[in-house]
């Protein structure tokens, strides 16, 4: 996205295809990424919009490293994820890091949040005498108590997981933080509570935010700019007053024409038709 | 309108659970409403405010060590509660039919969606197998599947199109009531709206009353004509959609309500309700929000209020002299707070 700063993330003509199961493999891979290119400025807050199946997922998981793609390539900070990812754990400390939806399937079942978030501390090379005090201090960043520490995560609510989860992330002190969906299995009680700590974390802490939703009202009230995807392609991009404001894309309307309402019934439900067709069998 | 019955009467139910001592928790605490025949009622909370539990109750599918504590459920002339299993099985799946928030669970993976349906179909009809086969591809068709696609398994469909296929199974035997629990809520935007546009139109063309329980009061409003909103095990207030959307009074309906943006809000914070839930064993000897009410005042800490029908010019003498029970059909405002807006 434009902006004064230097770029935090960037992505250039990345794309992502999956081999399709067909007899004799002749059935054309499945392109859940068609070359996707998208620069992050520092200190931005980036909201990633589309239904399933627009790759916004994919998107996420490649650019913080979690899958390759097929080709294309990530950059953090300028230098690429291929080069980075050859350096000696001891010289690089992932920059970006990831908050997904379900906290619950992200974290370790058997271990306590203390152990856990001790864990991650000694990977970033925080000596063990210091990993308590500084784990305390990230649940208390979230809005949790140092009683939580001894928990394990089957034992705390949707809420705390989720709180969990982001102090998991910001253990490694990133300067990029990717969540991906982190409010969509929450209640709306909850959610307005995550986003909220999100946007002061993201202040105070300096941090640069990508945040994936299906929820356009809610990335309207958290993020400056907005990515469009459908189909594995970005259609729309721009920052949040204009694009909700002037949509110029169909697509882009039609999301936004989804949205609910309460009372009003302006929502064109009745006539909106299947807009995907990979995801529908 | 008011001549007419309720399809649905619940009166005082109540839903336990044993806690270590052998004492029963309260987790629904007595709740009264009724649903209109061909109503669409909302019942909307958090996560553990018992919305789900009690409507679960009342075709008693609470799975023990949870029970029914008291109460009747007054359906046509049957009480559901009092009515023995082999009766209930008969009106549950065939009368009152229920959607889930997950179809992948609660889909057969083994076998096809039009199976599936024709299976519920046999279980509660009289249908021969080609009969039964021929109203799955009706049902199909009802929700927006082409019929050919009964032969797909559940694996070959997507989110939406299962969700339309446990609607589709639902309404195959014309149940009167259904009862859909969070059937949007793992679902994309354009997905969610879709099935509410489904509902809305089941309802319309098969008289159809729904019970529609979600934790979005903005999603539930666009279709249904009251919301039952919960908090506690109790009923905190009701009343018509219209009513509660623009003058809810009920300080967690206002929160509730805020908590979800709207596109056309300026960006920044959102309205939040900090704290939890109470959790049941843990309730305020009070109404249960107090401690996260930004209007609670001493009272409120010290004394349950009770569910009372607002003096709102709308109801008629009549309704009031029906009783609580009655009057839920009917279109008054009730709020169980010492200190509404």
Redesign the interface.
């Known amino acids: 996205m434009t902006g004064a700063g230097t770029t935090a993330l960037e992505l250039r003509h990345v794309s992502k295809a999956y081999p399709r199961p067909g007899v004799l493999g002749r059935k054309p891979s499945f392109r859940a990424l068609d070359d996707i290119s998208l620069a992050i400025t520092h200190g931005d807050v980036v909201g990633i919009v589309g239904e399933s199946g627009s790759g916004k997922s994919t998107l996420a998981q490649i650019a913080v490293g979690l899958i390759p793609p097929s080709a294309g390539e990530v950059l953090h900070d300028g230098t690429s994820l291929a080069v980075l990812a050859r350096t000696p754990p001891q010289q690089w400390r992932p920059r970006v890091q990831m908050v997904f939806q379900d906290s619950s399937g992200a974290l370790n079942p058997r271990k306590t949040v203390g152990r856990c978030l001790g864990e991650t501390l000694a990977l970033r090379g925080v000596a063990a005498a210091g990993r308590i005090a500084e784990a305390r201090a990230l649940l208390a960043l979230v809005g949790l108590g140092a009683e939580v520490m001894t928990r394990l995560p089957h034992e705390l609510s949707g809420g705390q997981r989720q709180r969990v989860g982001l102090a998991r992330a910001l253990a490694m002190k990133p300067e990029v933080l990717i969540a991906d969906e982190p409010v969509s299995s929450l209640d709306v009680s909850l959610q307005a509570q995550i986003i909220n700590l999100l946007a002061r974390l993201t202040r105070e802490l300096n941090l640069t935010l990508i945040f994936i939703s299906h929820d356009l009202a809610l990335v309207r009230s958290l993020c400056r700019c907005v990515v469009v995807m459908y189909g594995g392609r970005i259609v729309e991009e721009g920052l949040c007053a204009d694009v909700f404001a002037h949509p110029a894309q169909d697509y882009t309307r039609r999301l936004l024409a989804a949205v609910p309402r309460g009372l009003s019934q302006q929502r064109q439900t009745a006539t909106m038709p299947v807009l995907i067709s990979t995801s529908a069998s | 309108m008011s001549a007419r019955a309720p399809l649905l009467a619940v009166r005082d139910l109540r839903v336990g659970f044993p806690s270590a001592d052998g004492r029963v928790i309260e987790a629904v605490r007595g709740i009264d409403f009724a649903v209109a025949d061909g109503a669409a009622v909302g019942v909307v909370g ?2 553990g405010s018992g919305k789900s539990l009690s409507m679960l109750a009342l075709i008693r599918l609470i799975a023990p060590p949870g029970r029914i504590t008291g109460g009747v459920v007054a359906f046509g002339a049957e009480d559901l509660i009092a009515l023995d299993e082999k009766r209930l099985r008969r009106i549950r799946g065939r009368d009152i039919a229920m959607v889930f928030q997950d179809p992948q669970s609660s889909l057969n993976p083994s076998l096809s969606v039009g199976r599936q349906i024709a299976d519920v179909l046999r279980a509660h009809t009289n249908l021969s197998a080609a009969q039964s086969q021929l109203a799955a591809a009706e049902a199909l068709e009802r929700v927006g599947i082409s019929p050919d ?1 009964r032969h ?1 398994y559940p694996h ?6 299962r969700q339309r296929v446990m609607i589709a199974m639902a309404i195959a035997c014309r149940p009167r009531l259904l009862i859909a629990d969070e059937p949007t809520t793992a679902l ?7 099935i ?2 489904l509902l ?2 089941l309802r319309r063309e098969l008289g159809l009353s729904i019970i529609f329980i979600s ?5 539930v ?2 279709i249904v004509d009251r919301v039952i909103v919960m908090y506690g095990g109790r009923i905190v207030e009701d009343g018509p ?2 009513t509660l ?2 003058h809810p009074r009920h300080p967690y309906t206002t ?3 805020a ?5 056309d ?1 300026p ?8 704290g ?1 839930p109470p959790h049941i064993g843990h309730m305020p000897a009070g109404c249960p929000f107090a401690p996260r009410c930004p209007r609670a005042i001493a009272r409120c800490a010290a004394e349950m209020p009770p569910l009372v029908a607002q003096d709102a010019g709308a109801q008629d003498a009549g309704a009031q002299d029906a009783g609580a029970l009655d009057a839920g059909a009917l279109g008054d405002h009730r709020v169980a707070c010492w200190n509404p807006a």
């Not at chain 2, 070959?156 to 199109?161: A, I, Q, R």
């Not at chain 2, 994309?188 to 879709?194: C, K, R, S, Y």
């Not at chain 2, 960006?267 to 900090?274: D, N, S």
């Open positions: 958090e996560s696609k797909a070959e469909l997507s989110g939406g199109m994309d935007v354009t997905v969610q709206a879709q509410v546009a809305a139109r934790h979005n009061l903005q999603l409003s666009e959609v219209e959307f623009r929160l509730l309500k908590c979800v943006p709207n596109l809000d960006p920044g914070p959102l309205t939040a309700i900090e939890a």
